[in-house]
Every structure is written in C-alpha cells, then in structure tokens.
C-alpha cells in the first residue's frame, strides 16, 4: 500500500513536473518581461526573439478569445462577450510601441551588413509604427509658375523600387525643360530616370532634377540624342534610325506629352526643351486558316472561306487595314479577293471578322468577312497552291505573308 501510494505522488509530480516544463508563459507575462529589458543594450537576438514569442503566444491567446467571443455571441451572455473583448483589447496593446520601434532602428542602423537588412527587414514585419517612405518631389518653379506635386512610395527596405521615367511624367517640356534625373539635393544627379534603387531603412526624398533640353529616344533601336541647354525657337534635326528588320516601318517621333508626330525632319524648340519618342509599325498575319476543311484536305468544286488572324507588334495602333489574298495558281478562281479589317491597338490580335482585339491570338473562325475562293476540278490531288495575304493601312504601308494549301 505504502508502495502505491508512493508510486502514485511520483506520477503526479512528474505531471506536475511536465506540464510546468512545456507550458508556454503567457502575453501577459512576456510582454511584462519585454518591459522590464533595456533596449538600448539588451541583445537584439534575445529581443528579437522574445517579440518573436510574444507575437505567437498573442496569436494563440487572440484565437481563444475570438472563439469565446463568438460563443458568447451565438448564446446571448452578455457578462462573457464583455469579457472576450476585453482579452481582445488587452492583447492589441501588447504591440511594439513607437518608441520601443525608434530605439530598435537606431540599434540596426549602426549594424553593418548584413546583419541591418536582415534586422530591418524583421522590425518592418513586427512593428506596425516601422513604415519607411521615399518621397519623388517633382516641384519646380520659376518668375511666373511653380510647379509642385509629390508621390510617396512605401515599401519594405531593402525592395527594388523603380524610379519614374522622363516620359512617364505628363508635364509640358516647353514650360519645365525634361527630367534629366533625381537627386538628393535639387542639383546634383545621384539616379537616372527609370533606374531601379533599393528601397531607404528611413523616410528619404528625391527631387527632380530638370534641365533646358529636347531629347529623342527610341526603346527598339536603342536610339539617343539629347541637346542639352536649349533656346526657344531654336531648331534642332531629328535623328535617323534604322529599323532592326524588314517587318518594321518607322512611323515617326512623337511627343511624349501631347501624343502628336513631328512633322518633317526637325523641330523648332518651343520655350525650355522637349521629349520625342520613336515610334515603330509592325504587323504579323500570324495564322491563316480555311473555315471547316483545314490546310491540307481542301476539296475541288467547292467554295472555300478563307480567314486569317493579324498582330499588331508594334507600338501604334494600326487601322483600318485592307487585307488582298492572290495566287499564281491557274487552278485557283478568286471569288472575294480583298477583306477589310478594324482597328488594331499596339500589341493586340485580332482576326479578320473579330469585333474586338484581345491581348491573345484568336480563334479563326465565321464565314463572315472572309476570302472566298473555288479550286477546279482538274486541280491535281494533293497539289500545293501557293497564296499570299498582303495586308495595307490606310497611310500605304504595307505586310505580305506567302502561305500554302494542299488539295485532297
């Protein structure tokens, strides 16, 4: 008996013993120890990863009080919501504070890498007062105007941010000159436009830095040229360029603020500068297909729609486009040799009966707007008859497309 007995108060110790080893402290008591640490010399690992515990023991202890809050609700006990919500309250108080958030920055700040980016990184997760913005001031004046707009990006350190393009900014070249950079100062130039930098660890500022100047750039050539220091009235020659293969046509240099081509062969600066854009035409038939009998079983004494499906890759928008289907084959008789097409934007497809263009290739379908065409009867089987497809818009530039069907 006394054996029992004695076996039996080791059990219980031990469940004792147990549950005190692997019970979690509570918020309460964590956040009341975060308290009692000096943060300005306490290990950041430790303090790190005592708000690491905090959070989770908060998440924990939240979950239990939001279950016992709908409990209460769904049972109408007034006493027992009240108390829910009050454990709800109580946990939301027990985030990092402001002040705890700036004496922990002003620790990682001191840290080399990478130690301050991985520290960083962690006080933007856990507290909420960390939020670090890069300000684009776009502010300039002069005797009779002042322009002034800011743009705030927030994001964590330590992210790419890409900074706005001189072309991206619709504010008139005549009036403000162009955006040649940004800076830390209003002067000097410490970034290009376009360029991606990383995201600031504290709030930080680039002004934009503008210059009298008329710059002509071109994404698809490559294609630069700037005139720096620029008077008004003064003309300047537009650049030449080369278009990279025969599928594309230059289709002129455009303001990028006012969307509009210039005519000729110069421009006559109007006021502080001005921003040109080289712009491409580029059309693609890139499938033609029968309606119903596919490429290569055509039949003879029958008549055959024709349809087609185009891509507009370059960067205007073409239309209205007039598509003429022909064949050196005698055993072929045009019935509906020219089509016409709608307007296609910059980068979209379209067929040739669609009424809409899509971001993706279309289905080539309908014998509606189609070519109509009729082989002879003493086409040999299994003839190859070449066809092209040339495609015109309405300024008289022009795509062909050879292709072939074979006769059953």
Do not use: C
């Amino acid at each position: 008996m006394k054996h029992r007995r004695t076996l039996l108060i080791i059990g219980i110790m031990l469940m004792v013993g147990s549950a005190m080893l692997f019970s979690s402290p509570s918020a309460e008591t964590i956040r009341q120890s975060i308290q009692e640490m000096d943060l300005s010399t306490e290990s950041i690992d430790t303090v790190i990863e005592t708000f690491d515990k905090l959070s989770k023991q908060v998440s924990v202890e939240l979950e239990s009080a939001q279950e016992d809050l709908g409990k209460a609700r769904r049972s109408g006990d007034l006493e027992a919501y009240r108390n829910a919500y009050g454990r709800i309250v109580t946990l939301s108080s027990y985030a990092m504070t402001k002040a705890e958030t700036e004496m922990l920055l002003a620790r990682i700040l001191l840290e080399e890498e990478p130690l301050r980016a991985e520290h960083a990184a962690w006080l933007y997760r856990t507290s909420s007062y960390y939020r670090p913005s890069l300000s684009m001031d776009y502010t300039i004046e002069g005797p009779l105007y002042r322009y002034s707009y800011t743009q705030q990006i927030r994001k964590a350190p330590g992210e790419s941010v890409t900074l706005p393009e001189a072309e991206s900014i619709r504010v008139s070249p005549a009036r403000f000159g162009v955006l040649v950079g940004w800076g830390l100062t209003h002067e000097d130039v410490e970034y290009e436009p376009g360029e991606s930098i990383t995201m600031p660890y504290t709030d930080q500022t680039l002004y934009a830095i503008w210059r009298n100047q008329v710059r002509f750039f071109d994404v698809l050539t490559q294609t630069e040229a700037i005139h720096e220091d620029v008077k008004d009235g003064q003309v300047i020659q537009v650049p030449a360029v080369i278009p990279p293969d025969d599928g594309y046509r230059f289709a002129g240099w455009y303001d990028t603020t006012t969307g509009k081509s210039i005519e000729g062969d110069a421009v006559t600066v109007k006021g502080n500068g001005g921003s040109y854009a080289g712009h491409w035409k580029k059309l693609t038939v890139e499938a033609v297909n029968t309606i119903y009998y596919g490429l290569d079983r055509l039949p003879v004494r029958t008549q055959v729609s024709v349809g087609f499906s185009l891509f507009n890759e370059g960067t205007v928008g073409l239309g209205p486009l007039t598509a003429h289907l022909s064949s050196d084959s005698p055993y072929v008789t045009m019935l509906t040799d020219t089509v016409h097409v709608r307007d296609i934007p910059a980068g979209k497809h379209r067929t040739n009966n669609a009424n809409v263009a899509g971001d993706q290739q279309q289905e080539i379908s309908g014998e509606s707007n189609t070519f109509k065409l009729v082989f002879d009867s003493a086409t040999p089987s299994g003839s190859v008859i070449p066809f092209t497809i040339v495609v015109q818009d309405r300024n008289g530039e022009s795509w062909s497309f050879d292709f072939s069907f074979t006769v059953k």
